[in-house]
């Protein structure tokens, strides 16, 4: 049904003189605050938080690049972006005293749910494989990585054994958790965009056509 729906619609655009363009310009107005406000309401919070002003915007051009395209890189992107660092204490996160914040969040909030597919030690371990990006040179320049305060012992993340880093993260969970993530993802926006009561069946459908490619 929800394939159906989305060709019908994509048809009668063809068929209109509403050009493409403008129908995802509008889309991507309507979905950069959804993820801003409805997936994580994390989000939402920014505006209370005093952020330096170019990372703030940098965030904010963050979600209207990514809010149609590959969630996949959309989840791994945010991750590095300097105001999620700041926010959710990345920067504080290091070999020596890691901090959880992040990783928790990157499992309850944006990609798996409450307590859905994964465990107390796999937060503990993810933290430790998001270490060392701790790194500036200047006030408000670009957050970077460094090694020296990069956790390089062995981790174990859903089973998976290695000496994991930032990106192996983002491997894993999607490897492992796709049609977790998917259900979760798509069941969020079905409340967004269409009821607050969901649709199990159509949720379902979307899932399966989405967890495909993580294509938005």
């Known amino acids: 049904e929800a394939e159906k729906l989305l ?34 309401q994390i989000f939402a919070n920014f505006e209370q938080q005093k952020l330096i002003e170019p990372w703030r915007e940098c965030y904010y051009h963050l979600l209207q690049t990514h ?12 991750g590095l972006n300097e105001a999620m660092l700041i926010y959710l204490n990345g920067v504080e ?25 994964y465990a107390r030690t796999d937060i503990e371990e993810t933290s430790r494989a ?4 701790n790194h500036w040179d200047d006030f408000c320049d670009q957050i970077y990585f460094n090694s020296s305060t ?11 054994e290695g000496n994991w880093g930032y990106d192996d993260v983002i491997t894993i969970l999607f490897e492992q ?8 993802i798509c069941a969020k926006i079905y409340k967004y965009s269409v009821s ?6 159509i949720v379902d459908d ?4 989405f967890g495909a490619d993580f294509n938005i």
């Open 93 to 117: 996160n290091t070999s020596q005293e890691p901090n959880e914040n992040y990783a928790r969040e990157l499992y309850e909030l944006f990609t798996l749910g409450v307590d859905d597919g």
């Open 206 to 209: 979307l899932a399966s056509t």
């Open 7 to 40: 060709q019908l619609t994509l048809k009668m655009l063809k068929d209109s003189q509403v050009g493409y363009q403008d129908f995802f310009v509008e889309l991507r107005q309507e979905f950069s605050p959804q993820w801003r406000d409805n997936i994580s």
């Open 130 to 133: 998001l270490t060392g990006y």
């Open 196 to 201: 607050p009561e969901i649709n199990e069946a």
């Open 67 to 78: 809010c149609l395209g590959d969630f996949k890189e959309f989840v791994r992107e945010m």
């Open 150 to 160: 990069f956790d390089s012992a062995n981790k174990t993340i859903f089973g998976q």
């Open 177 to 184: 958790k796709s049609t977790l993530i998917a259900k979760f």
